[in-house]
């Protein structure tokens, strides 16, 4: 008998005895490396303006400020590029100035005095305006101009209304009998002076983030307490000042770190005088770089980095409690 040869794909008995069909053959897997390799390169190239940006504006600067501090800059060195390394000699010279003492403390009361009113009052505005009424879009667009206005304006401004002489609050206080007041001249005064127009500018920034936030507190909170009885300070300590924290720390930090820098309004209205009465860390270093008629920039980077160097203190204080709180 003839044997009929075998085709290709007959069936043949499996390892079990059974008779089935040959398996086909699996798929070639892809190489995956090209893929990923692309989807890495996409991420760096939306990364990159990110990375190029803090470069540029945060890390070279910094490293800029932090080279000065550790060399002898004069103008011709600086012109010329070859500062002597000084080491740590412009930070000894700083802490022992005798302007370290008052501009640290300037500049802690400026601080803090300042940002509690600030807040204070840009949250008592930001729950009033809540409230619907007639005229209420008209008057927070109204709190909103010394925002808007230039602050060498502002400044101006303030430095004119507080005038010794021929000063409108000096005019003023004159009809209702009381001397005039030296607003930016007395030694006493005019540290409150300047913080009394820091105050009016910061005050908008509070209302506006602080309303923004406790537009996202949900009104049924409210009418829940209303059932229960609750008055209207217990609403407040009870619901909106608990709800209101993540932003009212948010609020406080940016807050901290543009009162630290203040430069233009303490100096266009007192220049950190008379003497030191009014100079901060801001204006210290302000004056070495460019306020006087020889630039000291080695010490006035020194100051600047100290003054950073708060700046992230505090920056670190709120991740802390941040972390504190989401936990």
Known sequence: ??????????????????????????????????????????????????????????????????????????????????????????????????????????????????????????????????????????????????????????????????????????????VIGVAPVNWLTSPDLVLASVIIANIWLGIPFNLVVLYSGLQNIPEDLYEAASLDGANAWQKFWRITFPLLRPVSLITILLGLIYTLKVVDIIWIMTAGGPGDSSTTFATWSYREAFGTGNPDFSPAAAVGNVLILIALIFGFIYLRIQNRTEK
């Open 1 to 174: 008998m003839t044997t009929l040869p075998a085709r290709v794909g007959a069936a043949r008995p499996d390892a079990g005895g059974a008779v089935g069909t040959s398996a086909p053959l699996p798929p070639k897997k892809r190489s995956r490396r090209t893929s990923f390799g692309t989807s890495q390169w996409v991420a760096l190239a939306f990364v990159a303006p990110l990375i190029a940006y803090l470069i540029i504006f945060y890390a070279f600067p910094l490293y800029r400020n932090i080279e000065l501090s550790l060399h002898d800059y004069t103008p011709r060195a600086f012109v010329q590029g070859n500062a002597a390394f000084v080491g740590i000699e412009n930070y000894v010279a700083v802490f022992g100035s005798k302007t370290f003492a008052k501009a640290l403390t300037n500049t802690a009361l400026f601080t803090v005095v300042s940002i509690a009113f600030q807040f204070g009052i840009g949250l008592i505005l930001a729950v009033f305006f809540r409230n619907n009424f007639r005229l209420n879009g008209v008057l927070r667009g109204l709190f909103l101009v010394p925002w808007l206005l230039p602050l060498i304006v502002s400044a101006s401004t303030w430095s004119s209304m507080m005038n010794s002489d021929n000063g409108v609050i000096n005019s003023a206080l004159s």
